[in-house]
């Protein structure tokens, strides 16, 4: 049996005792060699070793961390095929889909690296001081972002790649100076640790504290030894509800309570209004049969609730979206996400007032079956169990007796990632207290498509009012993402050589700043 890495960052021959293995889950065999888990020594070490690497890290000039981020991606690449297959094999994700996330992971990072260039991301702000203003003088202030320390990410299942231990959670908290400890998803263990060693490979080659980039294997102890540990600043997370949430909870309850960034679930709800349906109902169904089987399901903006107005458009919608959904089939992440699967839906579907048409067998190994039910809206707004999320290729759809019905859902839901408006201009006049009611439910929200696909960008928000986030403010994706593992500090009457480059009067860091309230490069 050969033993995989387990602490790695520092002492790779340092292993734990209990041991984990990694299963393909197309045939539910198992990887030959063995993860171990972290000791509470080894996890001790790995966030001193990132207390001590903070010292160093945080000063490390931006155009070097800048390089670090670009070289992990270029180690990342490097990898080739041997990564695209490991992780097809732990996720029975395939080979295109993976390669798209590593496109994205990598296109994540040279992002971050490109902010972290420009600099403007530290939101330098300068209040000069007015020593004559009456009645009192007013002193200098300068404020800008900073680091705050180690982070703990916790990969997803779901994106081995991009939301795991390279993904935007780690490039964010690194682009902003903060070493990082990941707690690796037990589906992808072998991916984790050839994504590790890239990082510790980049991080050796451009210069970086040792500590700088841990990552652990573990269960359910671990993560919360990690979150728990007094030393460890900031969380991020991607995961079930009940994770996220048990996490936010251990965070609060530590003697200095700490952010934990958690994205959890979402039902992506979706307004079919009557003129948009109208235009080609047939065509819609298509396109979120499409959508709700992407990925087998697995998106956290999969758009597991469709609401629409009775008629024969919505019918025709509805029988194009099952025709679509028949037959289709793919294999889950892992054999406790395809169980879920079942256990939820079919728990959903002997809620009072469900109904479907399709084959609901459950299918070989762990091979989900798509689906779709129905239910009235009245039935849906008297209970609250058909609100969750059936996390894989299911949709309920929410057939309302009028506008007004249409309103009272909008106005019942909880906080979503996203809301999704399929309308023309004339719909959304007509019906404006649904998208008025959707504004304050969602994060992001859609005139038309679908809500599967999530751009890296500046103007992405990807988070939502709780339970979709822990917190509405923050995005876990795209360049916002770095915000969340900063604070803010003011310099008051600082010596101005001694204040950070980009505070100082003649800004020879160069970057935008906010002097006197005027946006300015001098
Ligand atoms: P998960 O169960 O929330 O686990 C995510 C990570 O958090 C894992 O590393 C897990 O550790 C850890 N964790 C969970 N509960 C914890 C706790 N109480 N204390 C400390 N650590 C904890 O998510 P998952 O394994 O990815 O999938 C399970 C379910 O989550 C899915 O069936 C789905 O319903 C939901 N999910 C939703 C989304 C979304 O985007 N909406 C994405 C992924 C999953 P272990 O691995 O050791 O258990």
Wanted: charged share 20%; with cysteine.
């Amino acid at each position: 049996m050969i033993k995989g890495t387990n602490f790695i960052g520092s002492t790779p021959s340092d292993q734990g005792e209990e041991t984990l293995f990694s299963y393909n889950p197309v045939d539910g065999s198992a990887f030959a060699e063995s993860f171990a888990i972290a000791s509470t020594d080894e996890i001790n070490q790995a966030v001193d070793k990132a207390v001590s690497a903070f010292q160093t890290y945080q000063a490390v000039s931006p155009q070097n961390k800048a390089d670090f981020l670009d070289a992990i991606a270029d180690e990342i690449m490097a990898l080739g095929d041997k990564l695209v297959e490991r992780a097809c094999g732990e996720s029975g994700l395939p080979a295109g889909r993976i390669q798209g996330e590593r496109g994205r992971t990598c296109g994540q990072l040279k992002m971050f690296a490109s902010l972290v260039r420009e600099g403007s991301w530290v939101d330098a702000v300068i209040d000069t001081a007015q020593p004559d203003r009456d009645p009192i003088p007013k002193p200098d202030l300068r404020m800008m972002q900073i680091p705050i320390g180690p982070v703990v990410v916790f990969g997803a299942s779901n994106f081995p790649l991009a939301f795991s231990t390279a993904g935007g959670d780690t490039a964010s908290a690194l682009a902003a100076g903060n070493p990082v400890i990941v707690k690796g998803h037990e589906s992808h263990l072998g991916t984790n640790e050839l994504v590790s060693k890239a990082i510790l490979a980049a991080a050796e080659k451009t210069g970086m504290p040792e500590g700088v980039f841990s990552m652990v294997n573990g269960g359910i102890p671990v993560g919360q030894q990690l979150v728990k540990h007094p030393a460890v600043k900031a969380v991020g997370f991607t995961g079930s509800l009940r994770g996220g949430r048990a996490l936010f909870d251990l965070a609060n309850q530590r003697d200095e309570p700490i952010p934990v960034y958690a994205e959890m679930g979402s039902i992506n709800p979706t307004f079919l209004m009557p003129e948009k349906l109208g235009e080609n109902p047939d065509a819609l169904g298509k396109s979120f049969a499409g959508s709700v089987a992407l990925g087998v399901g697995q998106f956290c903006t999969n758009p597991g609730l469709l609401v629409g107005i009775k008629s024969t458009a919505l019918d025709t919608f509805s029988q194009s979206l099952e025709e679509g959904l028949t037959e289709v089939t793919g294999t889950m992440l892992n054999a406790k996400i395809a169980e879920s699967y079942y256990q939820h839906r079919d728990a959903l579907l002997n809620e009072e007032g469900v109904s479907h048409q399709g084959n609901t067998d459950k299918a070989e190994g762990n091979t989900a079956r798509a689906l779709t039910a129905t239910v009235s809206a009245t039935a849906f707004l008297e209970n609250p169990r058909l609100h969750e999320e059936i996390f894989g290729p299911f949709t309920l759809l929410v057939v309302c007796e009028s506008a007004t019905e249409m309103e009272a859902v909008a106005a019942t839901l909880t906080g979503q990632l996203t809301g999704t408006l399929v309308a023309t201009e004339n719909d959304l006049t007509q019906n404006d207290t649904v998208v008025k009611n959707l504004e304050q439910k969602v994060g992001r929200i859609l005139f038309n498509g679908v809500p599967t696909g999530v751009e890296v960008c500046a103007a992405m928000h990807h988070g939502g009012p709780y339970p979709a986030s822990t917190n509405a403010k923050y995005t876990s994706v795209g360049s916002a993402a770095i915000s969340r593992f900063t604070r803010p500090i003011s310099y008051q009457n600082w010596p101005d050589s001694l204040l950070p480059t980009e505070l100082q009067s003649s800004n020879p860091s160069g970057v935008w700043r906010l002097v006197d309230g005027e946006r300015t490069k001098s």
